[in-house]
């Protein structure tokens, strides 16, 4: 049995809570900040409002996301069920009407017209007509229906006119109903009220209704890996779930997965099906695997994460992307990265439709950016003329010849273009030189080149070519590798095909509503000295690429196409703070905000200032300071001074790269990096690529567990030098002995000449009569929304603590500085204005956190309440393995005897912290932790403390499979 199924099945019974209306089955007794976050996500789904919601990290927040949007999607599914069972009873009963009235030429229910007191009979033998007013509570609508004989049907047909006038009476309308030249027509007032979904017995509320799915999105899969694995642990694992993911994290071909770009070869294999060795037999297996109702089969268990189900897909040989595409159809939650949900081209290319669907975003700090984002392009002019040249070899070979050669005229005139405007480029930094324009410009331009005139017939040509390749492609499959059908037409390659759709989008997004958004947008041409591998080890060229850039200063303009489409649109995370951008920057009202208050005791937490080093320097980090000596070897003696009175792990953080490699370049030059390294095993975040990362967290991660049980000669732990906005500072956890101090050095404003920085201000300048902040705020919101997301790697769940030191005098001298703080840390930050007293208050927090909270908790512990009796508990009990003490009585797992001595007390390694097991409340003082590490916990079990007595509640800690 997998740890996933085993963990799924020794499900502990949830606690119930009725919100809004909706039953809320929840895993564990709820922290007052997942009950206040639950009820703001039920109320946008039920009103059909827009939420922004901040819950710090390690307060649950994800749980609370999960259980309250899938109880309203169940609560709204049986609403829906009896909506839709009132329609079909209705219309049941309107067929059974119609076959006895079968003869009668009529539309209308002769219940209706009986109610209206008139003689049916009489007004066929006359042969008049009978018309029917419906007052809607609004606008008067008029039906007429024929009730002469068959041969009208032959007529020319009759004027009806709608009146918009509102209704108040039949006197007042029967002068104009009389207007008509109708002389054979009587009016019939019907008076029935406003048709409504809510109401489904309304007989004009015929629509039958869908049950919404709900969209989560995520910044990344590592998170979405987190993101199912809460959801395992409650009742509503058994959703039909759906991972979208791309084919580099989903093929398992073992002719392309090995390769470095999946998914390019993935389509190159589809392409060439009728060549040898091409198609793809995995594909073709995924309809089958890709079906809720034969997951089990392949042992898939509810809830499962992207790794389960791409090693099942694996197993099964069949394609673990094309089976996902396969189950969004019937899936109950989709799990994806955001930008899935925000960008039109993967939307069209994933098959996601978002039309009254929910749309969570979690994580979302950086919604704007990945909006913006979004909607930009950059295209390597090299790739340019790559499609234009394969736009002129399927032509020359007799595809479609005109339409190809018209389309490589249009990328010949883009290249062309780029090639006229690069005689006079601006350097921008030592590496870069561009030039750039607003959309009205560009299209000035292009207008010019009898582009914009042309450009709906190279759309038309685009449009024949897709379809035509994508027939073309079907029916290869079909063929498979004979040739006895005939030659096969060449087809444009997939690449080329993201060019075209990648320019056209440019085009679509400055021509929609007449040009309204052209200039959100600004063109830009770059040229820059790249860096490329040579042939032989070690070695490397470099070579100037020229680039069209296309780049978006409006989140709001594809924000805004999804906010005209989902039912709501849910914003969280835990670093949200400052707030006030959101709303303005993505154009989208959010009625429903929420700053909620973290889960711990504000003791577990000690925040700082730190305005001037142990040596008395001043530490500022603005950048004509931040470049000198003093500055860095200040920074030496505080960070070595920290890892002295801090134990395990601790996370420094830069505000740039060239920072943290100025800085560690003057260290090893000097004693500070030896003096660090005395202490503390010392790890730097690497910029290149996510293998050297992944070696570096794990050497780092291996260092903590190594010291977990006591120091290592004179080494106590590790530190990792990071960046913020880089790998470490986003999505990583860093619980317990992982972080126990987090240091932010500086402050991390963007880079003020970054071409896109300096235009993105100048944007926001000119249009703050559209509700923008100014540019110089949005500048500084981007900086402590990224230090409020490296800030909050510290704490991790209820019974973590650790200590947080901002290292800049601003905070001090600038109090707006520290009210941008998120709000758990802002109300904890203390000014110290010596080194001495920071010193001895740290030393005084240590000490008292070591005395309350063990030091080597495992993971995320859950406080539950249960009537479970303390026999229950497979362990041993309070002593060791072989001879228990009597009552009181307090169980732990087997194997973790060893964490408790004979004489009732916590062996930590640094301290001895002494058990109460005969508090008057007969439950554990919390919090209290069992020792180990993560490797250790293989199933799900409990740790009960307390007196032996029957329907007492108990505190329990709960340890899943991941340890947490």
């Known amino acids: 049995m997998s740890s996933q199924q085993s963990q ?20 564990t007794k709820a922290y007052p900040s997942q009950i206040a976050m639950m009820n703001k996500v039920i109320q946008g789904l039920k009103q059909k409002q827009n939420c922004l919601l901040e819950s710090p990290t390690g307060s649950g927040k994800s749980l609370a996301l999960l259980c309250a949007s899938l109880a309203w999607q ?22 059974l009407e119609q076959e006895k009235n079968e003869k009668k030429p009529t539309t209308i229910q002769e219940s209706e017209i009986r109610k209206s007191g008139v003689n049916m009979t009489d007004r066929l033998e006359k042969g008049k007509d009978v018309w029917v007013k419906g007052n809607g509570g609004g606008a008067t609508a008029q039906f007429v229906v024929d009730l002469t004989d068959d ?47 809510e109401d489904p017995c309304c007989p004009l509320a015929d629509k039958r209704l869908v049950v919404p799915k709900i969209y989560f999105g995520t910044r990344t899969h590592k998170q979405i890996a987190q993101i199912t694995r809460e959801l395992r642990k409650t009742i509503y694992k058994q959703a039909r779930i759906a991972i979208l993911a791309s084919r580099d994290h989903t093929c398992v071909n073992p002719m392309v997965e090995r390769l470095p770009n999946k998914n390019e070869a993935c389509k190159e294999l589809l392409d060439n099906v009728h060549v040898e060795g091409g198609g793809c037999g995995w594909q073709l297996q995924a309809k089958k695997f890709g079906n809720y109702a034969n997951l089990p089969s392949y042992g898939v268990a509810p809830g499962y994460d992207l790794e389960a189900f791409v090693t099942a897909g694996r197993r099964a040989k069949a394609c673990p992307f094309y089976a996902t595409r396969n189950l969004i ?37 950086n919604m704007e950016d990945c909006a913006r984002e979004a909607a930009s392009i950059k295209l390597n002019q090299d790739e340019i003329q790559l499609a234009m040249q394969d736009c002129e070899k399927v032509g020359v070979a007799g595809t479609e010849t005109y339409a190809h050669a018209e389309l490589a005229n249009f990328l010949s005139a883009i290249s062309t273009w780029m090639d006229s405007e690069s005689r006079n480029l601006a350097e921008l930094d030592f590496s870069t030189e561009g030039k750039h324009w607003n959309g009205t410009e560009f299209t000035a331009f292009m207008m010019n080149l009898g582009v914009m005139e042309k450009i709906n017939m190279y ?89 069209l850039n296309i780049w978006c200063l409006n989140p709001a303009v594809p924000f805004g196409d999804l906010k005209s489409l ?33 889960v711990i005791d504000r003791t577990q937490i000690w925040a700082s200032v730190i305005a001037a080093g142990p040596t008395n320097k001043n530490l500022n980090g603005s950048y004509q300071n931040a470049s000198t000596s003093v500055y860095h070897d200040e920074l030496g003696e505080l960070i070595a001074r920290i890892c002295r009175l801090i134990p395990h792990g601790v996370l420094c953080f830069f505000p740039s790269y060239r920072l943290l490699e100025t800085v560690t370049e003057r ?64 999505g990583l956890d860093f619980a317990d002995n992982n972080a126990r101090a987090v240091i932010c050095i500086g402050i991390p404003f963007p880079n003020y000449r970054d071409p896109q920085v300096i235009l993105k201000r100048e944007y926001n300048d000119r249009n703050r009569n559209r509700g923008l902040l100014p540019g110089g705020e949005w500048y500084e919101i981007q900086a402590f929304r990224a230090l409020n997301q490296a800030l909050g790697r510290c704490i991790r769940h209820r019974f973590d603590w650790g200590a947080i030191f901002l290292v800049d005098e601003r905070f001090q001298k600038s109090p707006k500085y520290v009210e941008s703080l998120s709000k758990w840390v802002r109300s904890s930050v203390q000014p110290y204005h010596s080194w001495l007293k920071t010193e001895n208050q740290l030393v005084e927090f240590r000490d008292h956190m070591l005395a309350t909270l063990p030091q080597q908790a495992v993971g995320q512990f859950r406080t539950e309440f249960t009537d479970t009796g303390v026999d229950s508990n497979p362990g041993a009990f309070f002593g060791n393995n072989e001879t228990p003490s009597s009552s009181p009585k307090f169980g732990f797992p087997p194997g973790y ?15 001895r912290i002494p058990l109460d097991v005969n508090n008057s409340k007969n439950q554990m003082q919390s919090p209290y932790f069992v020792f180990g590490n993560t490797k250790t916990p293989t199933r799900l079990f409990s740790i009960f403390a307390g007196h032996k007595q029957k329907n007492t509640k108990k505190s329990a800690i709960v340890f899943d499979d991941e340890g947490s």
């Open 8 to 27: 799924a099945s020794e499900l502990p019974p949830p606690v119930t809570y009725t919100i809004g209306g909706v039953t809320v089955e929840f895993p």
């Open 74 to 95: 169940r609560h709204e599914a049986a609403r829906i069920a009896k909506h839709n069972a009132a329609i079909d009873e209705r219309l049941l009963q309107q067929e």
């Open 151 to 197: 041969d009208d049907d032959f007529q020319p047909p009759k004027r009806v006119k709608q009146s918009s006038t509102p209704t108040k009476n039949s006197e007042e309308t029967e002068p104009a109903l009389m207007s008509f030249e109708q002389p054979n027509a009587m009016i019939i007032e019907l008076d029935k009220p406003n048709p409504s979904v």
């Open 329 to 365: 159809s019937s899936a109950d939650i989709i799990f994806c990265p955001y930008n899935y949900l925000v960008e039109t081209t993967i939307r069209k290319s994933m098959s996601i439709e978002l039309s009254g669907q929910v749309v969570i975003f979690d994580e979302a700090h």
């Open 459 to 547: 759309k038309e040509h685009f449009h024949l070519i897709s379809e035509q390749r994508a027939t073309e492609m079907d029916l290869q499959r079909d063929r498979g590798k004979t040739s006895r059908f005939g030659p096969l037409k060449p087809m444009i390659t997939s690449a080329t095909t993201y060019i075209l759709e990648a320019i056209f989008q440019i085009f679509e997004q400055f021509n929609r509503e007449n040009g309204k958004y052209r200039d959100d947008f600004r063109v830009a041409i770059l040229r820059s000295s790249v860096r490329k591998r040579g042939s032989r080890f070690g070695s490397s060229t470099s070579k100037l690429m020229m680039s």
């Open 566 to 598: 989902v039912h709501c649109i849910i914003l969280t995370s835990g670093t949200l703070s400052p707030i006030q951008s959101f709303q303005s920057e993505l154009g989208t009202p959010f009625p429903i905000k929420l700053e909620a208050s973290h």
């Open 667 to 730: 260290w090893r030059d000097t004693n500070s990096w030896n003096e660090i390294g005395k202490i503390k095993d010392i790890y730097v975040e690497p910029r290149t690529g996510n293998a050297d990362f992944q070696e570096t967290i794990s050497s780092f991660y291996a260092s903590i567990q190594d010291t977990n049980s006591g120091p290592r000669g004179f080494i106590t732990g590790a530190i990792f030098l990071a960046v913020c906005r880089g790998k470490v500072s986003e």
């Open 897 to 911: 005897s060893d964490a408790f001595s004979s004489t009732g007390v916590i062996n930590t390694g640094m301290s």
